[in-house]
């Protein structure tokens, strides 16, 4: 068996049958997957909350090309590449506009997957296309940006039909006429904002409020920040008057799971290992030798009491593996 916990960030005690590393698209097992297999970059985003009983394989896909238009950037990425020294090289290359995704842990293949955002950006405002291979076939094809059938930490990658395929790559087209997005929270407050500042103040404001995963395991954002109607909103400030949302279209609002979460009283609070943090209650920690049980019960009562109180039922961001593949709250 192979020792899981030191692969993903969450840092559970997990095992699997084998363990193989991709560093080339020859290393791909094509059409060998008779027993369950898991695709895993850095594992921030996936907690194994079990020993796993298949393969898991690791992204090492390493590489960057960049070409330019007269009006765009144009840059394919290997989709093992670690995702902020991805955006640390388009600073030093002048490319700039996704700042505001800095410090999000991952690979660049995992981005469009969960179409991470941050900030005021979401990754697809910038995905040109994905490079894809079948793991069954090995037919290897492209999907532009309308076909990745993106939405808020939703995409194609995430839909049955993908399960057997595999992000080699990202091709990303940033525009050459630089707009800084400084319209959330603390960014606001920047003067004259660059992209070095805007990059720095991003860096600085994930660094004061999010638990380091060295330090302390945790996968980043637990759950989803979920969507509701006007009018489920407008009934909710009849009860709670300071209860925040921002638009997302004529008929939606997003209303932070932190906000949801903190009010229902379980921000600091801890099951056995595992703890909601104690200062963004959107992260779940393990704080002392938790484990996938812990976790699970946890995540689901926290999904309860939001769900009696306000009527929300919380969806979780971070993907949980178990045995056999992804296990549902």
């Given at each position: ?149 993106f939405d808020y930490r939703e ?72 969507i509701i109607t006007h009018e ?91 045995a056999q593949g992804l296990v549902?709250?």
């Amino acid at each position: 068996m192979n020792d899981l916990q030191p692969l993903h960030t969450f840092g559970l005690t997990a095992h699997c049958q084998t363990l193989l590393y991709i560093d080339s698209l020859d290393a791909i097992p094509i059409g060998q997957q008779s027993e369950p297999f898991w695709l895993l970059g850095e594992g921030s985003n996936c907690i194994f909350v079990d020993d796993f009983h298949g393969s898991v394989w690791l992204n090492q896909l390493r590489g960057i090309d960049l070409s330019e238009t007269n009006t765009d950037f144009i840059v394919r990425v290997a989709s093992g590449e670690n995702w902020h020294a991805f955006l640390l090289y388009c600073l030093e290359h002048g490319i700039y506009g996704m700042e505001n995704l800095a410090l999000i842990p991952g690979t660049v293949g995992a981005a469009p997957i969960q179409n991470i955002g941050a900030y005021g950006l979401e990754v697809s405002q910038f995905i040109q296309s994905v490079d894809v291979i079948d793991l069954i076939t090995g037919e290897q094809f492209v999907l532009s940006n309308e076909e990745c059938l993106f939405d808020y930490r939703e995409s194609i990658f995430k839909q049955p039909q993908a399960s057997h395929w595999m992000i080699t790559a990202v091709t990303f087209s940033v525009t050459k006429d630089y707009t800084a997005v400084t319209t959330y929270g603390e960014l606001k407050a920047l003067a004259n904002p660059t992209p070095e500042s805007v990059f720095a103040k991003v860096v600085e404001i994930r660094q004061s409020k999010l638990p380091d995963p060295v330090v302390v395991g945790n996968a980043g954002s637990f759950f989803k920040n979920p969507i509701i109607t006007h009018e489920h909103y407008t009934r909710l400030q009849q009860q709670y008057a300071d209860i925040p949302a921002y638009p997302v279209n004529v008929q939606h609002v997003k209303v932070p799971a932190a906000w949801l979460i903190d009010q229902a009283g379980y921000k600091g609070q801890r099951l056995g290992g595992i703890q909601c943090h104690t200062k963004q209650p959107l992260v779940l920690t393990n704080a002392e030798h938790g484990s996938g049980a812990e976790l699970l019960a946890f995540a689901r009562q926290i999904q309860q009491t939001v769900k009696e109180r306000f009527g929300i039922e919380l969806q979780n961001e971070v993907r949980l593996v178990g045995a056999q593949g992804l296990v549902r709250l």
